[in-house]
């Protein structure tokens, strides 16, 4: 089987980082996230783990705010750069469950599942150590994962996320409930019968192991949403937007 790095390596490399807004750059909720983390920042300064290609980090922005980030992949920080506002953002090429930027944050977030592309429990406890570190005292870090509880974790679990006219994106996943180890992949099929591949891994974890990952970094749980939009968090709940706070 292809190990985990391998697979996230490919999943985030020249050529996703290429498309990635096509693919990805656009979703219903960005709205509320970005005023979500405006209000739990209020005015100061954010850190943006896992920044991409800017869709929150911009809009917040736009809104008067200091933002820097965090990304392992150069691709996306140039895809960032080239952007209107995207040479205001601070980027630190680097892991973001270890890498060290400079400054002190009022908000550090995570979104769209990627705390969960660190797949060992190991790399999800440094990387919530390294948020607190970024944090003042009584500055908070938002993620936002997917729910285990949601139905993902069924094996061979596929669906169809776009139809175009001549094309048609599906996604497939896996899921080891042991090890709590996931295997993914969205793959276009093209109507000339070209297919592209975008296979990642992922470690998932239930919400109390998150919620003790936060205790042993200095922070308790303040918040836990069904979404941006703070929808209350339930067992039908296919994502959850969790907030700690360092105390």
């Known amino acids: 089987m292809t190990d985990a790095n391998t ?13 990635w807004d096509q693919e990805f750059g656009t979703r219903p909720d960005t709205h ?15 850190l943006e783990l896992g920044i991409g290609t800017g869709r929150l980090a911009l809009p917040l922005v736009e809104k008067g705010l200091t933002v820097s980030g965090v990304d392992n992949s150069p691709w996306m920080i140039e895809q960032l750069k080239a952007k209107p506002l995207g040479q205001e953002i601070d980027v630190v090429e680097g892991d973001f469950a270890t890498v060290t930027v400079p400054g002190e944050y009022g908000l550090a977030f995570i979104s769209s599942h990627a705390l969960f592309a660190l797949t060992s429990q190991e790399e999800q406890v440094r990387c919530f150590e390294n948020a607190a570190a970024h944090l003042v005292p009584g500055g908070v870090f938002a993620i936002e994962v997917m729910s285990p509880q949601s ?9 169809t996320t776009s139809v175009g006219a001549d094309s048609l994106t599906m996604f497939v996943s896996t899921a080891d409930h042991v090890s709590q180890q996931m295997r993914m992949c969205h793959f276009t099929i093209n109507g000339d019968g070209t297919a592209r591949l975008r296979p990642a891994a992922s470690r998932y974890a239930w919400p109390a192991e998150l919620d003790l990952m936060a205790r042993i970094a200095g ?18 709940s296919t994502l959850h937007v969790s907030v700690y706070e360092r105390t």
């Not at 509320?32 to 954010?46: E, F, K």
């Open 7 to 19: 697979l996230n390596a490919a999943s985030y490399g020249p050529e996703w980082a290429a498309i």
């Open 32 to 46: 509320d996230a970005v005023r979500t983390l405006a209000d739990l920042a209020d005015g100061r300064p954010v």
């Open 151 to 159: 139905g993902a974790l069924e094996n061979g679990r596929c669906w």
């Open 219 to 236: 922070m308790r749980l303040r918040d836990r949403w069904g979404g941006w939009d703070q929808r209350p968090f339930t067992a039908q």
